[in-house]
């Protein structure tokens, strides 16, 4: 920022005092003060103005009869839904890379990733390989980093490279996978079409990184809506709820996850008295 530009800034920082003043000429009733007072030292107001913008009316007030306590109660059931979601979405993670690594490799070798022509047309080896290298520099401190360096002078076979994968990059290794590899991988283990899993993954990557980041999900528009939804039992959207239905066609254990995740998150909100908010989540 240049400094000229940087003069033009006249916003003060505000004390706590200051800040329950500001939510009290909204329109925000706040029924214990310590409390808020709490939240407010140890929670950055302008995180929660980002919570608390779902409650406001027009002209920036707050809808009659909100309370800082409502507020804060889908503040906490956020956070822990983001936490929940975390677990399961590692499960995902990590059978994917299993997935993909062993077809790949029992097909075109433990290396065969380093050669062009164990993927599509399309695929950008040049980029790709810059990825690779730019993932091992990252991680270049973990163990089994370092004992490849040491021993086999930094190659390493999928199996121990997909390790290193995130979210985003696993999504793009599948995508640029031969079309044929990828059809026989959704046939086998999904039962979906190899775009579904395309599209999915990249879902599934930004709802880890909303989860990740601490982002607001109750009220939040993703941007990209699941395509080719057959299996869906409603038309889909950019609510969490269309995300959760993406994120249990790919989870490896279907009863698991009616069991499992359907059952916590049922607790979660029993714990916080969400059922009048669920629809903040596409329910």
Sequence with gaps: M????ALKYTKSPASIKQQLETLESRGCIINDREYAKKCLTNINYYRLAHYFAPFR?????YIEGTTFESMMRVYDF??????????YLEEIEISFRAVVSNYHALKYGALGYLNAASFDPHHNHPA??????RLIET??????????????????PLWALTELFSFGTLAYFYADMKQSDKKEIADNYFGLNF???????????????????????????FLDVPKYAEDFDFTPDGTLKSYLTAARSLYPD????????VGEFDELVQKYGMSDKLKGYGF
């Design 128 to 133: 790709f390989m810059g990825k690779i290298e």
């Design 2 to 5: 240049k400094e000229h530009e």
């Design 139 to 156: 991680n270049e401190k973990e163990e089994f980093v370092i004992h490849h360096k040491n021993k086999y002078g930094g190659v390493m």
């Design 254 to 261: 279907k009863e698991k996850w009616d069991g499992g995740f």
């Design 57 to 61: 009316a027009q002209k920036g007030k």
């Design 195 to 221: 775009r579904c899993i395309e599209d999915r993954l990249m879902c599934m990557s930004d709802l880890r990184n909303a989860c990740a980041h601490y982002n607001r999900l109750y009220d939040k528009p």
């Design 78 to 87: 956020d956070r822990e839904l983001r936490r929940l979601i975390m677990g």
